[in-house]
């Protein structure tokens, strides 16, 4: 090939619309499109089958999308990152190659791995151009009076609601379709994404799989169905498992189908693009985008977070419990607590659980049970399809206790009375505990409370609630 070419490298972020790299990419010249898949380190990483399945369908839209551009892709199975800069400097030599483009992740063994890719394109005189892309505003450009980084989120929310004030972010424009390149890739073995992705639905223990679509498209049709029809209640409607009142994005945001800002404008469209609040359910969406934020930014920040390290220095040596016996019972929910046996059914059927379900669960682990955040933590990453290590990290830290803004150590969720709030009438407990389904509403919630005895094909309460939650306490101030 003559003509040196651009080359956009995709990782987390299988779009072709509002995407940074991408954009500066076709701006600078004839663009080459570049996934590496790397099972490996996704091993490594606990990343659950169910949400690499799931990239590796969007994959094959993406691919399509490329296609469609004239942007050729190349696909790369380097199992393991530590040898993907050995990679990178045989492929620019060989597609003459011009710069690398990419959108930054904020993971230390992402960082280190682009750094060293850096770092060998450079003795190439070849640079690797990393573009923010995955939050609102630039990692480090959120800082407090002292040029520090925020570790409470309150305060983190109140500089964010000051840019916001200012301008939105805008989405980046679609890129135009560019004139075919020739290439010659007999050097590269081209994997065929169907053979992988067959590897991995073996590997699927959910059943409900085939229900999250992928597409661009999609995506996007759930995102204006959310804030169309869902969005006045969201506020209440997001706290009732039973109730599809969330907006069910978070895969979708993980893996890059959809980008943020286009979460942001779709979210202030009839304000025409001002930030202008004018419901509470608009404010509390826009909150909860904000925490996937602060999540972000404290992982960039606070590299220990990557390392199974807690945020708060003061929890380090608490003395936490080694049973395995009740972590596998509340893995496979046979704890005898409805609400935390229907969640962690939900998250084996399907990949997901509801977001007040995700946080009485791990409080349940981490408190009642007193066992280690991280082992629910690697659980809900082997488990989840939309496993993502910031905000993963951030809402198990926060429910332990351990981490930025946590919840003080001596408030502990009690299960029973959340499921009685929040699932009053039992629905979402009786979809996912079917043998409790014939008890009345106020029974459901802890079936064995009265002393006559019941004939059910369910366990009893693996613990007495009130007895560990001061036990976990003890824990806590003992430390």
């Known amino acids: 090939m003559s003509h040196p070419s651009q080359l956009i490298w995709f990782r987390q972020d299988l779009r072709i619309h509002d995407h940074a790299a991408l954009w500066h990419a076709t701006q600078a010249g004839p663009t080459i499109a570049l996934v590496i898949l790397s099972p ?22 993406l691919k399509q999308q490329l296609a469609d551009l004239n942007i050729p892709l190349l696909i790369q199975t380097i199992p393991l990152w530590k040898d993907i800069p050995d990679f990178f400097s045989h492929l620019i030599q ?3 190659i011009e710069n690398v483009y990419a959108n930054i992740e904020l993971g230390i063994n ?42 409470v989120f309150g305060a983190f929310k109140k500089t964010c609601y000051q840019r916001l004030q200012h301008a939105l972010p805008q989405c980046y424009p679609s890129p135009s ?9 007999p050097c590269f073995q081209q994997n065929d994404i169907q053979e992988l992705q067959r590897d991995y639905i073996k590997q699927i223990q959910q059943t409900n799989f085939s229900e999250w679509h ?25 706290d009732l498992p039973a109730v599809s009142g969330t907006s069910h994005l978070s895969a979708y945001l993980n893996i890059g189908i959809i980008s943020v800002r286009q979460c942001l404008q779709a979210l202030f469209r009839q304000q025409q693009g001002h930030f202008e609040i004018q419901s509470e359910g608009q404010q509390t969406w826009l909150d ?10 404290i992982l960039f920040d606070f590299p220990k977070v990557s390392k199974h390290q807690p945020f708060q220095t003061t929890t380090e040596n608490i003395c936490w419990r080694d049973d395995p016996i009740a972590l596998h019972q509340w893995q496979q929910g046979q704890t005898g607590i409805p609400i935390i046996d229907a969640g962690m ?6 990949g997901w659980m509801h977001n007040r379900v995700r946080m009485i669960c791990a409080m349940f682990l981490s408190k009642n049970l007193l066992i280690d955040w991280r082992k ?104």
């Not at 490996?40 to 839209?61: G, N, P, S, V």
């Not at 408030?411 to 079917?434: A, C, H, L, M």
Request: glycine content about 4%; charged content about 25%; hydrophobic content about 35%.
């Open 40 to 61: 490996a380190q996704w091993q490594q990483h606990d990343d659950a089958a169910i949400k690499i399945e799931f990239y590796l369908r969007q994959l094959q839209q």
């Open 94 to 96: 060989q597609l003459n």
């Open 110 to 151: 992402e960082l280190k791995r682009d750094q060293t890719v850096q770092q060998q394109l450079n003795q190439h005189k070849k640079q690797l151009i990393l573009l923010h892309d995955r939050t609102l505003f630039p990692v480090a450009s959120i800082r407090n009076q002292s040029n520090s980084p925020y570790r």
């Open 177 to 185: 379709k560019q004139q075919p390149l020739l290439l010659d890739l």
């Open 214 to 238: 992928v597409g661009e498209a999609y995506a996007l049709a759930l995102l204006d169905q959310f804030i169309d029809e869902r969005l006045t209640d969201y506020k209440t409607a997001r």
């Open 288 to 297: 909860e985008l904000l925490w996937r934020e602060f999540y972000q930014h």
């Open 345 to 350: 059914r939900q998250l084996l059927a399907t």
């Open 376 to 479: 629910g933590e690697q659980w809900f990453m082997q488990n989840l399809i939309d496993g993502d290590l910031a905000a993963n990290n951030g809402g198990w830290q926060w429910c332990a206790s351990t981490g930025t803004d946590a919840v003080p150590y001596f408030r502990v969720f009690n299960p029973t009375t959340q499921s009685q709030k929040f699932d009053p009438e039992g629905e979402y407990i009786r979809k996912w505990v079917p043998e409790l389904a014939h008890l009345d509403n106020k029974m459901i919630h802890e079936p064995y409370a009265k002393n006559q005895p019941l004939a059910l094909d369910y366990p009893e309460p693996m613990i007495d609630l009130k007895a560990s939650r001061l036990r976990a306490i003890e824990a806590f101030k003992s430390n």
